[in-house]
């Protein structure tokens, strides 16, 4: 029975590369996700071992706030000089030099720009000469206050050469400097993991990135001959004391790694979820080329059973195919992953701004992870047709056609009952309280919620793809193609649902992402009166900000009513990370928000602070009550609360004076809100606000509209992102509509023969094929459209408390999608067509 099974497989290599293609896109994307995963983890390993190569001991303070890399950024908090000189007198100290680096510094290049980033820090730190690890390759070192160097990635993104008179950003608003050389590092590289570096002399450092001068953000400590790392690190911090954090050079690179992994660890897993996805669609797949494939070999399995063979031995055969056709696109999928891996690992180095890849690694994890995917999927999916190949009668095999449709009631009733289970989870997840389950209870909803649509599917194809079909039914090849589509509702059902997965996350996720754009527009319109609104757009873990002096300039401009900044930090009160505001102008800001802060005073003392009542509320706080916060520098400090404010009626929870933005990490502010007196059009007044920002190009003026459209801007790349990644499950659902084409072309040989014998014409007969697989593929779209609209629904009106409360229907994209899908279905039509065309008329007929 093996070997027949395996002969049987090898016999029909066609059947096999379909059935095996939609595993290997799904593996290739789950060891994909592993394989560079891995190679940036190892990179970055290694990135940070060099970059701590010549570091034995690091100490700096402890962070007066705590900060993660998916929370922000981490403010330094500075160390004494004399902190310094208390570890050179350690005893087993070398060497101990003060440095100072600090994220912040943005070199504004030769087109005005500033050179961003994606990702990678953008350093300003005290030039300390040349050594081991750093290589000055032009000019020479900063030694007057005007004067700075910068490593060889700046120099290229600005376009700046020595000698150049550049801008930087810092703490301080925009300042002239001198280029006076570039530097590289050992081994000829531009830069340690495509970090920007940007160098001044130390007390010029000590003011932009730290705020004072004669203060460090760390201490590089080397070791005397004879003295380990440990033990370096021990006596310093029991010289030092509390306040500091001492670490070796290992622990600080490992430490620097481990933060990455996190944000790693989130991108494997955005990339699983999607692998999962593709998964789901492609077990619609594999079952329905199963499906056809027991259909196909009904005599040959009949035949087997009349030989004696038992239904255990049945079952076998087909579950054997299933592994290996699994074994083989495990193989494959695993390797075709290797190549995804390392592509996107080299187009993460490379957004990175060149940063040095370690060899392509392969973990166990991706070996392990595609080779029990690839089979179980498989496995799992020709379970059912196993199942239903066992049941064939040996008698079936003097018959032309096997076993006929069985009646869908039982398959309905089952759609029924796992719908309903589906859109319960789904609701319990979307409407109730359970905590951490949340997310998982309403993933599984939406999960079987597809299973039972899939299995309601079949009862409504018949009428669905007829209704579809009737559009091409203004030809014979028309006619003969809707009732192809629609003579085997179970198969054309399966294909459909596949495709059907995949366009209702797509039209869902638009669904919610329109609703939330539109309630944003409808909210802003309500609450911001603002007719010029500051800002930039943020792309890293540093908002743009802008010299203050802007404001006061603005303040000055005919027709200017009133004029509000807004600074904002991450603080911690009562041991728990918040964000809070500053405006310098109270009063000011609740005109530019309508006034709809209700008892809040127009000025605020530097010891007093407002709250929004929700907030007020889940901690218990009262007008009066004290609230200690600590900053992001500096000291803890006790503010009395003046007075609560509505939800939405001020930015953000908490507002403080602007005094308390000394200490903020961001000096500098990042919103600007102007009022025009009545009657003055805002072209009069936005030319001159953006003539004052000249010097700030991180940020722009803009009116109202535009600036709420920036921000709504943000929902329609999420939609391009998610399109991106859920394109692989909808082409391995194209994949299936190709499949079930050429499979039932297959099927079909002697059918075809006999319509080309009494005159059907060889492009009808392609077009034919092509309109059987477009009534599929638009009737897949609708059943998406339909499906998609329905949980984007749901999910948006259980959003309302969050602040959705507009709810839009993409119906131009949902018209998109239907055209889209008959395309596909022409598309998937062309292989399948030709061959049916190709096929010889008296061979066709003889066939058996």
Known sequence: MLRATLKSLLARKLRLVLSGLAVVLGVMFVSGAFVVTDTLSRSFDALFASAYATTDVGVTAKPKVEVSEFEGEQVVTPLPANAVQRVRAVPGVRTATGLVEADGARVIGSDGKVVTSMGPPRLGIAWTGADDLVELRAGRGPVAADEFVVNATVAEAAGITVGDRVGVLTLAPKKQFTLVGIYGYSGNRDSIGGVQEVAFTEPVAQQLMLGETGVYSSIRVTAAPGVTREELRDRIATALGPGYVTKTGDQLAADNAAGLQEGLGFFTNILLGFAGVALFVGIFLILNTFSIIVAQRTRELALMRALGGSRRQVIGSVLVEAVVIGLIASVLGLAAGVGVGALLAYLFSSFAGGMELGTVGVPLAAVVSSFVVGVLVTVVAAVLPALRASRIAPVAAMQDV???????????????????????????????????????????????????????????????????????????????????????????????????????????????????????????????????????????????????????????????????????????????????????????????????????????????????????????????????????????????????????????????????????????????????????????????????????PEVSAQDAQAFVDQQAATFDTLITMIQILLALAILIAVLGVVNTLALSVLERTRELGLLRAVGLGRAQTMRMVTVEAVVISVFGALLGVVVGAGMGTAVTRALKSDGITELVLPWERMGTYLVLAALVGVIAAVLPAIRAARLNVLGAIAHD
């Not at 949340?438 to 597809?450: A, K, P, Y």
């Not at 992402?513 to 930039?536: N, P, Q, R, Y």
């Open 402 to 696: 096997a076993t006929p449709d069985r009646p869908l009631t039982r398959i309905s009733v089952a759609g029924g009952v796992v719908t309903a289970a589906g859109a319960t989870g789904l609701g319990l997840g979307l409407f109730a309280d359970l905590g951490d389950a949340t997310l998982w209870t309403i993933l599984g909803g939406v999960l079987v919620s597809f299973v039972g649509v899939a299995l309601l599917t079949p009862l409504i194809s018949r009428p669905v793809v007829s209704g579809i079909g009737r559009l091409f039914s203004w030809s014979l090849p028309g006619r003969l193609g809707r009732l192809n589509s629609g003579r085997n509702p179970r198969r054309t059902a399966i294909t459909a649902a596949a495709l059907m997965v995949g366009i209702a996350l797509v039209t869902g996720v638009t669904v919610v992402m329109d609703s939330a754009k539109s309630s944003l527009k409808a909210e802003a319109a309500t609450i911001l009166k603002a007719e010029v609104i500051i800002s930039g757009d943020q792309n890293g873990p540093r908002p743009p900000s802008y010299d203050p002096a802007v404001l006061r300039g603005a303040a000055t401009i005919p027709g200017v009513r009133s004029v509000a900044g807004l600074w904002n930090d991450q603080v911690v009160i009562d041991g728990e990370k918040h964000y809070v505001n500053a405006t310098d102008d109270l009063a000011a800001l609740k005109d530019a928000f309508g006034d709809a802060a209700g008892a809040v005073p127009a000025t605020l003392r530097d010891d007093q602070l407002v709250v929004s009542v929700p907030e007020a509320a889940a901690y218990g706080w009262q007008v009066g009550t004290k609230v200690t916060i600590q900053p992001s520098r500096g000291d803890p400090r006790a503010y009395t609360i003046a007075a609560t404010y509505p939800e939405d009626s001020l930015p953000g929870d908490y507002l403080l004076p602007v005094a308390a933005a000394r200490d903020f990490g961001i000096t500098q502010p990042t919103m600007g809100f102007l009022r025009l007196a009545d009657g003055v059009p805002v072209g009069q007044v936005l030319p001159r606000v953006k003539a004052l920002l000249a010097d700030s």
